[in-house]
Each structure stands twice: as C-alpha cells, then as structure tokens.
C-alpha cells in the first residue's frame, strides 16, 4: 500500500545519493537521481507529501542518525577516502583510541574475502574514482530493473541493492569515515519513518516540533527468544543432524519473523529492523505503539505455548527515546536499557497470558504417542526410510535442515491466500516460509507480501520481477550440500571415531557495544558494527567451511550474529577452531578488542546430542574463565577448552606443531621404520610428575607465583631431560625429532611457535591429541 510514511522513506534513502555521484565523479543533472523528492513522489501523486516536512524529518533524522543532534548543515560533509573498518576504530577502556591502518576496498557486496576483508592502506588510492564509478554503473544499472509496482515493494528491495553497492562508501560524517553511505542511510530512513508517524498522529507537523529534542517520540524496541537451548538440543539422535540444523535456522527464522510481524503491523518498512541476528532483534519505531506490542507479545506467545509447551518465549522489552538520546554519548546507555526490559521480560515467561494457558493440560493425555524425536505428545507421522515416529514440528524442523542445505532462495510470505505445498508455517501470526531452487518459483505465491531472498549471494534481482520485493540474507550452513548424518561425520574422523562438537563466540560483546565506540556511539556506528560482525558469522564462515579440508567432514548447525556452532569429524573440527580465529582476527584488522572463545568436546556417535551440546557449552564457558598471566600482563578469556584443558590460541599453535612433529612419524614412519609410541608414554609420565608436584605444593597452601616457582622447579625437569635424551639415542633416524621436543620443554618454544604458558602445564594435550589419531576403534 502506497503510504506517506513510503515516501518519506524513500526521500530518506535516496537523499544523499548525491554523495555516491560525487565519489563517482559523475556530474550533475543526471536523469534519475537529479531530484530525489520529484522521483519519490512520481510514484503516487494521491499521498503526495509536500516538500518542506520531507525535508524537515530528513534533515532531522541525518542528524539523529548520526550522534549529532544540534549540528549545523554545514557541518555535515565527507572526506575523499575509503571507508574505515569499523572494527578497527573500536577500543575498550583501558586501550584507549586506535589508529586506523587499514581500508575497505569499494567493490560490490560477496563473500569473497578479497571484497569484505580490509586491507593494508598503501598510500593514497588513485583509482578510487574509478572503483567508485564502476559501483554506480552497476547500481543504475541495478535501479533500472526495481520493481515499481508499488512503493512499498519498490522501497524493501532499494535497501538491498543499497547495501549491495553502498556499503563500503564513506556515508556523510563529521570526522571519521567508518559508517558506510548504506548505515548512513538506512538508520536516516528508519528515524525518518518514525518522526513523520509521530507528528503525523499528533497533528504537528511542522518544523518547530520536528526539530525539537526532548519529547520522548521513539520506542527502541528489543526482542529476544528465550529458551533457545532447550527448543535446540532437546532432541534425541534419529535424524538428529538435519533435526537440529532445522531448529536451528526456525529460530533464526522465529527472530525475524517476529520483528517483522511487528512492522508489518506497524506499517514499517525493513529500515526500521535495526538489527537481528542470534534470536535478538532492534527495531525503531514512533512512541505510540506500546499496547500493540503488549498485544503482538501475548500473541505470539499464545502460540508459542500451544506449539511448543512452554519451550520458547518471545520476550520483548522497550525503552522510550528522545531526539537527544540518539546523541553520541547517551545512546549506548538507550541500547542498554531496551535489552534491559527484555531481560526483566525473561524473568515473567507468559505472564501476559490466561492462567489457564499456561497451568492447564498439555499433550493428549491418556496412553498417546510421543515423538521419538523430542518426546512429546502429539499427532505423529512416520518416517518412511527408517519407520521413526515423529511430530509435525520435529517433521518441519527435519524438512527444513535437508532443503537448507541445498536451497538458493528463502520466502518469506505474509498473509498468504492459499497455503501451497512446500511451505513451513511459524508460530508468528500470518507469516509463513519456503525454501526454494529458483526465484521464478515465487511467482505462484499469492499473498498480501512476498519478499524472495537469495542465500550467501548478492546477486539477487531475477529478470522476471513480478510483484514480489527481493533482496538477499546471509545464512550459516545455507547451501552446504548435503547434510552428512552424526554417524557419517563420526566416521570420518582420523583415528578414534569419535563426533567433534565446537562453540565459539565473541568474547566482551556487551562491552564493545556500550564502551567500544567510544564517545562516537551513533545510531548508525552501532548499526554499522553489527552489519560487520554478520557478514563474519552469518556469510564469511561458510566460506571457510567449504574449504576442501573441511567441506566434506563439518557441518555448520548454527551461525549468526556473534557466535557458532559446528560439529564433524573431530580431527577437522580442532583445526578447524583456529583456522576460524585466525580469520576473525584478520577481518577486525588485529584488532586486541575482539577475541573468540570457544570449546571442543569429543562424543561418540550414540552419545545424546543434547548432552554434547551442554559438554560443548560448559567447554566454552570455562574457556571464557581461563585467566592466566603472560609476560607480565593477566589475561582471560581468548582461549579454547579443548581434552578437558583451556589453552590460549598461541599455546594450541605449539600444540598442533607437536602434533605435528610425531603424528607422521608414529602413522608412516621414516625409511621404513616407524617411532615407537612409547614416546608418547614417557612424556605422559613427565607430564604426571609436574602435576603431582604442583598438586603437593597446593595442598600444602602455597598459591601464586610462589606456587609457579615451586612447581616449575621440581625435578620433572632433569628427569625429563635425561628420559628424551635416552630415547634420542635410542632412536638415532628420530634424534633430531625427539631433541626438539625436549628444548621444546625447556624453551616453551617449537618452530618459532612461543607459548603463553610453560609448555609443561599442557604437554598433556597434544600427546592425547596425537594418541587418538593414532588410536584404532577396539570391536
């Protein structure tokens, strides 16, 4: 429906494509873009909006938009330069600021690395004009082919090929130019929206009351759904790879569905989703619509409760904004609070529903089936190939996970008409999904909204529109091909059959969100941080995944936001752990203020994936206690729990070198001799000896760097000295291998590789490491 609520959207978007022509170097007039209000309302004469409140919001909503609520126009410019990573800016309190080094090239949005990655800033970029020309080429070209059936459509599918060609421009700014032109814009249109349906509803619409600062006229609207974890895992292990990819992704879907349940009713356009990944979202709207999200909350949760016995909750919470909050040095604490009244919602799970919702019967009663799934009572179907007995939201859950891994587009339908086959309905009023091969597919879909996105790819406006709005969505483990079962990935393993079960996610997230932008905490930065972190963890990991080392052993269950969850053969997931932390370091430019955590648990092929998951967790969060000194600074945190054991990255690394030493030696040998596995044994027994004696000087009271001092001073040492150097001889064609190690021991260091920690107090690990490689399956 064609609104002016559109069209003052629209101007918004569109009103600083001026700023792309310039860096293009393309001069003015141009047919299509010389007026950016004559092209809005072209589209609809009948809710034609005068120009000056347009301009009024707009120049308003820029100036919220970007932290500076009292600046002058004049004050509001660019800088010929590519954009900054906005990651690289980001310094936590006692780092203090950082200076930028590296640069965003200009090329059209994938998931390349040599696109999405920075670079090294060389000097100054002569061709810049050019990357910049060639990104407007290919954004007319683009804009030609938009949908203009109607404005709404026309508008949802603009903002993709926005972030498409804009977001790696430098958007307007007042002194750093790391929020790109496509933030800039978005977050403009989103406040933009809400001025005009504020004042609009309270007949002020003028400029006197757009420009004011301290009416409360927005709500910043928090969404959350609790109980992930139970909904997740709580499973059993037939069918449980594709189960749990299913459930996975509905949660990602339920998330964005329920936001845009909410500006669908609304009637907001996606600009105001300001951000949504990890089963949270953001939105912004105008502060008139708190007895509706009371409203859409009991809804949603109705069905919630119905469909899956308390499991999942959608809590919501709100905080009330006015146009000083979007300042720079208030909006973190905003942020904060609406994430606040979420959390204070957790605690009232379906206290909003009827009290015999909630305290009455569930299941069928009496002696009813249950799915050999999830265990609840429900009307069951039977799997064909091995005759399991499951529910219709298990059966979804195990559709969804299989086409997932082979589908293009994700649907996204709102008011469907007539429900056609193939579809997967959510507990979210009115909206339903498919996942399909091709776009045209869409075409049948006859609904009140369709939006048709393409997964993991930018290219995503077919030649035959129709009247559907397209865009495009980052998916972890879309398009992986087929999805391997436990017992196929358990199989696969080296050595000991065992399932490698990882977790990962950012460490201090909250921090880096409230601190890390500093007094430079605008609306669209933190917009622009949390489009950089999903192109990470929902598109760039599947890159790495599909790596031939990995593609065939490790399948992606989950990844968005600012986490992940994989498992596979266990051998390729331990490799796999650091190949991603690397990557991540890379992509935030080195950057000390983002680390990952993560752990790894080893399960056999029948062990319950609920129990793995929970290990998996546990290994996690003990990585994220991991406190240790190293030269001379306390550390925490930036580890990996891997054999029961959190290590610093740097420690894995001479972990995997020491593995790296024996394994070929004790699998295929040397001149036809192998190394006798007894290696292994003695360094256990090194090992055992440093333990007993920290163990005793514990015990004893000693703590600190007194009990270090003792522990390290013991005569694991020289036993330890005398042991590798007799088996040195011993083992002449192995000597320079077995000497190695042993200054390896003394030094703390193998192959330039320099551990945190004496290696003594992990020698452990990549001697079990290198046992179950090793290791054949007894029976």
Known sequence: MNTKKDIIVLGSLLHDIG???ERAKISYPHEQFDNAEEQVTAFTAKQYVPVPPIQWIIDQAERLAAGIPECKESEIGGKEESLYPIVETVALEQEGSRTVRHRLGANPLSLEKGVIFPHLKEGEDASLADRYRFLWDGFEKEFGRLPRKNISVFTETLVYLLEKYTWCIPGPITDMPDVSLFDHSKTTAAIAACLYDYHECHGTLNEEAVRELKEKKYLLVCGDISGIQTFIYNITNKGAAKGLKGRSFLIQLFSEAAGNYILRTSDYPVTNMLYSGGGRFYLLLANRYEHELENIRTAINTNLLKDYNGEVYLALGWCKLRGEDFGRENFPEKWRAAAGSTNEDKRRKFAGLEYARIFGPL?????AATCQICKKEDKLTTRLRDGVKLCENCKTAEDLGQKLSRAEYLVEVYRESKRLKGGFDTPIPHIRYYLLDKPDEAVKIDAERVVV??????GFLPENMGANA???????????????MFGDLTERSTGLKRLGVLRMDVDNLGRIFSEGLGRG????RVAGLSHQLSLFFG???NEICRKDKYCEDTLIIYSGGDDLFIVGAWDKVIELAPDIRQAFREFTCHNPSFTLSGGIIMS??????YRSASHAEEAEKKAKMFKRRVNGQDMEKDALTFLGKSLGWN???VCQEIKETFYPLLKEGREGKKLPAGILNRLKEIYLLYEENRRYWHEKGLCGAELEDKAMNHKWKWRGVYTLSRAARQNPLFKEDICKIRSALLGDQINSKKSEQPLIKFIDVPVRWTEFLIRRERG
């Open 604 to 609: 056999p092929e029948k062990y319950a994936i």
């Open 19 to 21: 700023k792309f022509m």
């Open 651 to 653: 420690d894995l690394d």
């Open 363 to 367: 299941g069928t009663g009496g002696n």
């Open 470 to 484: 397209f865009g495009f969505k980052f998916a972890g483990g879309a398009g992986q091909g087929k999805t391997l």
């Open 521 to 524: 905490a605008s609306l669209s």
């Open 453 to 458: 996105y393409r997964l993991n790819h930018t």
């Open 539 to 541: 598109g760039y990991l």
